[in-house]
């Protein structure tokens, strides 16, 4: 097999340290040295591994990642050396003979050959946008469990306030649960509080407000909804940062934003997962492949024995999820229109794949191009083939025992 990189380093990392192979050339044609020795992952000990690896003029360096140890070594090692930070799935060392020792040997081999890809690693503005991103829409959940606390705690107090409210932390919600929590527990003063459309609730709150709710429920509920203001501000200040670091991606936000279901929230986290660059990407299908949401490959002896999707980018999959099911609940556009067509066939699961893969497919095409997104409406079936449609419909009355005879309408 050919040797692509003469010199070049395999790094097994671990939270304390890392196992640092470099295989060099041999005294004679054709022969390879490697040496493996033991670096600490502190700072200090990752700058004095790049002079190391510099003075050994090595051609490329490649690193597992593994959990999160690997970003310091990467981040330090990318400023002056050709680093790549290769998926495990692809990087297996033979079974049984599993040492840190051997798996850089093993590491430092293929990536001599040139046999391991690089995972995307975006730059250091990108960076910043995803773990903005990421922190934001962690924040999202806990808040969301928090709630959740608040209206099973809630249950315990015979309160069943979200029994009526749809929103247990709307205005309403808000005013009567603080009253609550100060000392009234009068349900006909507590719903006196509701606004707009719930003023029409009146009688169904008194009700649901009737309960037995103490000074310990008081003290209870006065420490859930702390906590939740507390979510909420982190949320609000996780937003004005990601507002600033999205000012270079503007123009991409506000096109992204024209796809249906895509939402400013969604358009910030497929801009921060992808990079906002489709370069990286040769072809929208690679894009889809990487983000996990288009089918595998799996064929052995003319059999196919799985099409499952990969495990991909789980943040931007969770984004597109969101994204698809909002736009399959729309009336007007063309995505509900295939997310019907194929449900119908298929089941729900699959169409909300399929939507992803095409919101995808446009983001790709938008942000290589420029152009925006242009809906192809809800007639697009239908004008594809209208013979098929027409005799579909009257197969359909033929067999309800109807006979149809049928002219063209004047234009």
């Known amino acids: 097999m050919d040797v692509v990189h003469d010199r070049a380093v ?18 004679q044609a054709g022969t390879f040295t490697t040496t ?45 050396l050709p680093v790549l930070l290769v998926n495990a799935k692809n990087a297996r060392n033979i079974p049984g003979r599993k040492t840190d020792v051997s798996y850089a040997q093993w590491l430092a081999q293929l990536a001599a050959h040139g046999l391991l890809r690089a995972s995307f690693v975006p730059p250091e503005p ?21 709630i959740q606390r608040l209206e099973k705690f809630l249950e315990s107090s015979g309160i069943k306030l979200s029994s009526v409210v749809s929103n247990l932390l709307g205005v309403s919600s ?15 003063v507590l719903s006196a509080l509701v606004q707009r459309r719930l003023k029409a609730k009146i009688p169904e709150l008194i009700e649901a407000l009737n309960g037995r709710f103490t000074a310990h429920h ?27 670091a999205m000012e270079p991606f503007q123009a991409a936000r506000d096109a992204l934003e024209t796809i249906p279901g895509i939402s400013t929230r969604i358009a910030e986290v497929i801009i921060a997962e992808t990079g906002g660059d489709m370069s990286v990407f040769p072809t929208a299908g690679h894009l889809a492949s990487w983000a996990g949401v288009c089918p595998g490959s799996n064929e052995s002896a003319g059999r196919v024995t799985s099409s499952h999707i990969l495990p991909g980018n789980k943040h931007l999959k969770a984004a597109l999820g969101i994204a698809a ?15 019907r067509r194929i449900a119908a066939r298929r089941g729900p699961m699959k169409a909300v794949v399929a939507l992803e893969h095409t919101i995808l497919t446009a983001v790709w095409n938008m942000l290589t191009t420029g152009e925006i997104y242009q ?4 007639d697009h079936y239908t ?21 149809v005879t049928i002219t063209h309408a004047a234009a």
């Open 383 to 403: 004008s594809l083939n209208p013979d098929r449609l027409k005799n579909r419909a009257l197969k359909q009355l033929h067999n309800l025992g109807y006979e």
């Open 126 to 146: 990108i960076r910043v946008l995803r773990d903005l991103t990421r922190a934001r829409a962690l924040t999202v959940q806990d808040r969301t469990r928090q």
């Open 36 to 80: 493996v020795t033991t670096w600490g992952s502190t700072t200090n000990q990752i700058l004095a591994l790049r002079e190391f690896l510099e003075a050994q003029k090595v051609s490329v360096v490649v690193m597992e990642s593994t959990s999160d140890y690997w970003k310091p070594f990467y981040y330090l090692l990318e400023e002056s």
């Open 218 to 244: 008081a003290m209870m509920v006065r420490a859930h909804l702390k906590q939740i203001d507390s979510f909420t501000e982190c949320i609000d200040a996780f937003t004005l940062e990601i507002e600033a």
């Open 174 to 188: 808000r005013m009567m649960l603080d009253a609550l929590v100060a000392g009234e527990r009068d349900p006909q």
């Open 375 to 378: 809906d192809l409406e809800l």
């Open 10 to 27: 395999g790094i097994d990392i671990s939270k304390r340290n890392a196992k640092v192979c470099v295989r060099l050339p041999g005294q």
């Open 325 to 339: 099911m909002a736009a399959a609940h729309s009336k007007t556009s063309y995505l509900a229109v295939k997310y």
